[in-house]
């Protein structure tokens, strides 16, 4: 995903609330008498169903969620919270979205105004004029294209698929060979965009593998399914299919899969439904969503939404009246979707990285599938990292044991 709690997930968190607190209130009245209990039982049922038509809908605008206190050089000072305190190199949004500057390690933390404020290193802006105000702070360390964020040569190419023609990058390996190698296909996450993937293409760029990156069904500029709805990688696996014929076309081999969160979800999707499957050498994912049903369950329980309210939203997603309540093009199934049940199912190499601090994937579900599959499933677990921030946490560890990983499979 980028699952609720990320991109856009904010409001996913918002909603939740203003459900729980409305169900709670619902409820204390329903015990005025039979009248009051049956607005009650519909009133839920109604907050049940927004719950998850937010969950299956793309976010068009994304709340800020740090501030920047001040500007300098070589430095940036902002309001302290988690986000802003945790270690590692971040990206920062300001304006709207019309400047992203890259940030570095903590330099310290001191006091301001009423409260904290933490000071980190800033490494550069790469697009806008970065000032105080609010922010969204980010995961995505670098911003643009292949060639402008890291200076990777790279092709602009269409994937051609049943929802029509998705944009992507091709992007060369060091000795600019494309024909007979094992080729990449990277997937993002829920809520996201190919800058997603960014962060790993230095590392398949020195390995000499070549990597698409394919937009899907729903995302900024590409073409939208029929229902414009989310389908948590029930629906959107075909177009990944379609970019892993487009490398096989391309002259590629095999092709290796990696997917962030929602994308995890996505490339296992592939893997047990594609015909194409048999050319997937090996598979790489960061933060993935294995079970649906754990990380919706969290989610509520996270954000304080009353049990029967979340398992009514969750179940509503596969039932027959999905498609009505939600405007899905049909109900998704989450049995399917469930990769921890389903572990004697996998058939390649398969490495987990997981944050142990992800507040929105969680990471048990990674922990059973490599305990349910240690012949084939290896996790690496990223101390205080958050969701899909593995790489940014520990960025040298996340590149050595992903080409540690890559060299045994390609």
């Not at 309001?79 to 330099?107: E, K």
């Not at 040569?153 to 944009?167: A, H, I, R």
């Not at 394919?214 to 029930?234: E, I, Q, V």
Request: hydrophobic share 45%.
């Amino acid at each position: 995903m980028s699952a609720p709690g990320t991109a856009g997930g904010g409001e996913v968190a918002a909603a939740a609330l203003r459900a729980a607190s409305l169900t709670r209130a619902v409820v204390r009245s329903a015990v005025v008498g039979g009248a009051v209990g049956l607005a009650a039982s519909a009133a839920a049922s109604a907050l049940a169903t927004h719950f998850a038509r937010r969950v299956v809908t793309p976010e068009k605008v994304r709340a800020d969620d740090v501030r920047v206190l001040a500007v300098e050089p070589d430095r940036v000072v902002l309001a302290a919270s988690d986000l802003t305190l945790a270690p590692g190199r971040y990206g920062l949004w300001t304006a709207g979205g019309a400047t992203h500057s890259q940030l570095g390690d903590v330099i310290g933390v001191e006091e301001a105004g009423r409260g904290r404020a933490v000071v980190r290193r800033l490494l550069g802006t790469d697009a806008g004029v970065l000032r105080p105000g609010p922010g969204r702070w980010s995961g995505w360390f670098h911003t643009g294209d292949p060639g402008r964020a890291l200076g990777l040569p790279f092709d602009d190419v269409v994937v051609t698929s049943p929802v029509g023609d998705l944009p992507a990058w091709l992007v060369h390996p060091a000795d600019g060979q494309l024909h007979g190698k094992v080729w990449a296909v990277l997937v993002h996450g829920r809520g996201g965009t190919r800058e997603e993937c960014l962060r790993a293409l230095p590392v398949l760029h020195r390995l000499g593998v070549p990597a698409l990156v394919p937009s899907y069904r729903n995302d900024p500029g590409a073409p939208a399914s029929l229902s414009g709805r989310y389908g948590l990688g029930d629906t959107e696996w075909v177009d990944v299919e379609a970019a892993v014929l487009h490398a096989l076309d391309a002259g590629a081999r095999d092709v290796v899969l990696v997917g962030w969160s929602m994308g995890g979800a996505i490339v296992l999707s592939h893997l047990s439904r594609s015909w194409t499957a048999d050319r997937v050498r090996a598979v790489v994912l960061d933060g993935p969503v294995l079970d649906w049903r754990t990380v919706l369950q969290h989610q509520a329980r996270v954000h304080r939404v009353p049990p029967p309210l979340g398992r009514a939203g969750t179940a509503l997603m596969g039932s027959p009246l999905a498609r009505a309540a939600l405007g899905v093009e049909g109900p998704l199934d989450l049995d399917r979707l469930d990769w921890v049940t389903r572990a004697e199912e996998l058939r390649v190499p398969l490495l987990l990285l997981h944050g142990d601090a992800d507040a929105v994937v969680p990471v048990g579900p990674s922990r059973l599938l490599a305990a349910a599959r240690p012949d084939l499933v290896s996790l690496l677990e990223f101390p205080g990292a958050g969701h899909c921030r593995e790489w940014n946490s520990d960025p040298d560890r996340w590149e050595r044991e992903v080409a540690r990983f890559l060299l045994e499979h390609l």
